[in-house]
């Protein structure tokens, strides 16, 4: 290795071409370059992915919507408390919805540098931007991933800040997933033993983001991370992902087990602040993407909370939850400043949550 290697510098020129990692991989390079290189010390650590034998031991839950209530509340139950992920078919989103987004993903992504430049930005505040690894700076190491960051709601975002290409598409997608999330809060609400209005009441599908991902292939994928290793902040997550998989979960006996993709399903994973007002009681559990040979893999990330929003509501468990027998485990917090806190430290591998637990 050079001794004269300058890294701030590189991470400017990658950051400055505003070609994201697409932009690596259309210029033909042969070698991830160095600012993408997981440290030593984290590679010799990386929990191995789970062999067959313990693969088929522990599966991700797949809940049909259209079945009976009380089955469906049990199913989201068992898997909110265990697992902290399941998928979900009959979702009522139609099978075309999700292939547009699909191919609408990666049409953005696909644009001429000149198009898609426009919209590459680090700007905290603004609505709809691309860019790749927001926490490129902080992070010890970047990711093999770019991404179109887009704030729906709760306020209606004007449809020209989006860009054409994924415009409609993106509007239509928004508006189905935010009722499939209010019907998700609904059974959560009564998995937690509350009335099915509880969560939504307290803003939980207020407002949602959509997070537009694309893996490029990559030509080391053992030496980087699609994503790494982290656990959602908001209240849920609703994921769409396309055939190509690489999205792994971490579990509680510490193996990186798959979330296969299935044709039609999304995939829904409980966040930090549901955690953090179900007292504990539904998991955000930590998940990571692998980068592959193959590709480029697409996913839309929905993401249930208030970004960017003036809310002045505090959150802490649910009153209802807690007892003699569990007391409270976390302090009260603002959406503001848990995000603030999650977004400052970056995708370190340590779960902001931490840094809410009372002192025990």
């Not at 983001?209 to 490029?216: A, D, G, M, R």
């Not at 908001?234 to 006996?253: A, E, M």
């Amino acid at each position: 290795m050079a001794t004269n290697y300058d890294r701030l510098q590189e991470l400017k020129a990658f950051d400055e071409s505003k070609a994201g990692v697409k932009g690596l991989v259309d210029s033909a390079i042969t070698h991830v370059p160095r600012i993408f290189i997981r440290p030593p010390e984290d590679l010799a650590t990386d929990t191995p992915i789970s062999g067959e034998p313990t693969h088929t031991q522990f599966t991700i839950p797949v809940l049909d919507l259209a079945g009976k209530l009380s089955d469906v509340v049990a199913g989201v139950r068992l898997a909110a408390e265990t697992v902290g992920f399941f998928q979900v078919v009959n979702h009522g989103v139609p099978a075309k919805v999700l292939e547009e987004m699909v191919a609408a993903a990666r049409g953005f992504h696909e644009l001429p540098q000149a198009l898609k430049g426009e919209y590459y930005t680090r700007e905290k505040n603004k609505k709809v931007k691309y860019g790749s690894n927001f926490d490129l700076y902080r992070s010890k190491y970047a990711t093999w991933r770019d991404t179109l960051f887009c704030v729906m709601g709760p306020e209606p975002l004007h449809p020209q800040l989006l860009p054409l290409v994924c415009r409609d598409i993106t509007i239509e997608y928004s508006r189905q997933v935010k009722v499939l999330g209010t019907l998700l809060f609904a059974l959560l609400s009564e998995a937690l033993g509350l009335k099915s209005n509880h969560l939504q009441g307290m803003d939980c599908a207020k407002g949602h983001s959509i997070l537009i991902h694309y893996y490029p292939p990559c030509p080391e994928p053992h030496l980087t991370l699609g994503t790494n290793r982290h656990s959602d902040p908001g209240f849920l997550t609703v994921l769409l992902q396309d055939n190509i998989g690489g999205l792994q979960i971490l579990t509680q006996n510490d193996q990186w087990i798959d979330v296969p993709p299935i044709p039609g399903a999304l995939v829904v994973n409980i966040g930090d602040m549901l955690q953090l007002i179900s007292n504990g009681q539904f998991k955000s559990v930590e998940h990571r993407v692998v980068a592959n040979h193959k590709g480029p893999r697409v996913s839309i990330a929905c993401f249930f909370t208030l970004d960017n929003y003036p809310s002045e509501r505090m959150y802490g468990p649910i009153k209802e939850l807690l007892s003699q027998d569990k007391p409270q485990v976390y302090r009260e917090t603002s959406l503001q400043d848990f995000n603030a806190y999650y977004y400052s430290k970056g995708l370190d591998g340590n779960s902001a949550l931490k840094h809410f637990m009372l002192q025990q």
